[in-house]
Nanobody, 124 residues
Framework: QVRLVESGGGSVQTGGSLRLSCEVS????????VGWFRQAPGKEREGVAT????????YSADSVKGRFTMSRDNGQNTVYLQMNSLKPEDTAMYYC?????????????????WGQGTQVTVSS
């Protein structure tokens, strides 16, 4: 069983930065990529960034490209989402998720394991 625990959310003003962390535990045989998603009230869950665990290659969604960066620690048990130049529209609950499935990078349906989420609020 894979377990994911997010932390690092909070409230910032427009233009500020936050770094989210996601500690991943469980067998690495059970997942091949870890992703960050977000969901604002009344909106669908949106993929933000993902990392392929074998290669370390990361991808960022167009909506956050140039502002958000996903990375992982050397032990590969923790992934991060560095968020810079935050905007009010970035306000959402941010989730970390893991999967062994392939397919479309930003499809939440492809992810098997989910954390509980951490809230990010950006005020203008």
């Amino acid at each position: 069983q894979v377990r994911l625990v997010e932390s690092g959310g909070g409230s910032v003003q427009t233009g500020g930065s936050l770094r989210l962390s996601c500690e991943v535990s469980g067998s690495t045989d059970d997942y091949t990529r870890v992703g960050w998603f977000r969901q604002a009230p009344g909106k669908e869950r949106e993929g933000v960034a993902t990392i392929f665990t074998v290669t370390g290659i990361t991808y960022s969604a167009d909506s956050v490209k140039g502002r958000f960066t996903m990375s992982r620690d050397n032990g590969q048990n923790t992934v991060y989402l560095q968020m810079n130049s935050l905007k009010p529209e970035d306000t959402a609950m941010y989730y970390c998720a893991a999967t062994s499935q392939g397919g479309y990078l930003w499809s939440a349906d492809k992810y098997t394991y989910w954390g509980q989420g951490t809230q990010v609020t950006v005020s203008s």
